[in-house]
């Protein structure tokens, strides 16, 4: 890997915060496109779209609000349901999107620019979770999004920070994550009854957990730094002192990992891959109209 091509060029000018392929089908991929448009206030729009044959062509999904930003959340036991997380509302489409049902769940998570962020519990997928990075909030339901519970966790966390990202356990039900501003790191194996704060020599400013099939081995990445925990985050290994925004991990062979980063190659920005999760890196982004950063 290492040479790209452009295979649809009808997104000029539009942008992407968040894309979700179908495990299940990886021909069946959902994007969240928008546009700034100008006037006397700058405003928002967007909405979903949806190939079927990976990539080639798309088409927009009706049925939901066309403003700001979306994020998507495919069922992992079901490819029929899928997830939209805006701003306090999430919709819900069980015939892969051809309709849509609008559930409003907290007023006061997300917002235009940043919407609800949603995961499910991969064992459990009917278990799923919303936050948002603006507040110390998580909400829970257990029933595939159509009621939903305030976890409460300011009075389960001393000093409660904003949430930066949460994650769930691949392998584990109801074994959640969360890291909080200021590389707070808590674990819960209840489904978030309670936390326990683990122990790390995280540093710098950090942005993704990601998890792998093993639920020993996490990654945490920063644009200080590439961490790995081989003991399900109970201590952490700084890989590479360059990190980004993490793309993948191949999830057949964890140490194959993609980033998207301007400090790996402090002169350009790019996709890299490590063979060896996260110590090395090498840049293939060839083909790709990158605006590089010295």
């Not at 040479?3 to 992407?16: A, D, K, Y």
């Not at 257990?142 to 691949?170: C, F, H, P």
Request: some cysteine; glycine content about 10%.
């Amino acid at each position: 890997m290492g040479i790209w091509n452009i295979i649809n060029e009808n997104f000029r000018g539009w942008s992407t915060s968040s894309f979700a392929i179908d495990s299940n089908n990886t021909a069946v991929m959902y994007a969240n496109s928008s546009i700034e448009t100008t006037g006397d206030e700058l405003e928002l729009i967007g909405g979903i779209i949806k190939s079927t044959d990976s990539g080639f062509n798309w088409h927009p999904l009706a049925g939901l609000e066309a403003y700001g930003n979306y994020s998507i959340l495919i069922d992992p036991g079901n490819s029929s349901i899928v997830y939209a997380g805006g701003h306090g509302v999430v919709y819900k489409s069980t015939d892969a999107g051809f309709s849509w049902k609008k559930i409003i769940i907290d007023p006061d998570l997300g917002w235009i620019s940043y919407p609800i962020i949603l995961i499910a519990d991969y064992k459990k997928p009917s278990i799923l979770y919303a936050t948002d990075n603006n507040s110390c909030k998580i909400l829970k339901s257990v029933d595939g999004g159509e009621n939903w519970v305030n976890l409460d966790l300011e009075s389960k966390i001393d000093n409660a920070s904003d949430i930066k990202s949460i994650a769930t356990s691949m392998r584990k039900s109801n074994t959640v994550y969360v890291l909080l501003t200021g590389d707070e790191l808590y674990k819960s194996n209840n489904g978030g009854k309670s936390w326990k704060k683990l122990k790390n020599n995280l540093k710098g400013i950090h942005q993704n957990i990601v998890m792998t099939s093993n639920p020993n081995i996490i990654y945490l990445n920063s644009a200080s730094g590439f961490y790995c925990s081989r003991n399900g985050g109970k201590s952490w290994e700084l890989r590479s002192e360059s990190g980004g925004r993490l793309v993948a991990v191949d999830q057949q062979n964890h140490e194959i990992v993609y980033v998207y980063s301007k400090n790996v190659d402090e002169s350009k920005t790019g996709i890299y891959k490590s063979t060896d999760g996260g110590r090395t890196w090498k840049n293939v982004s060839k083909g790709l109209p990158l605006r590089n950063e010295k």
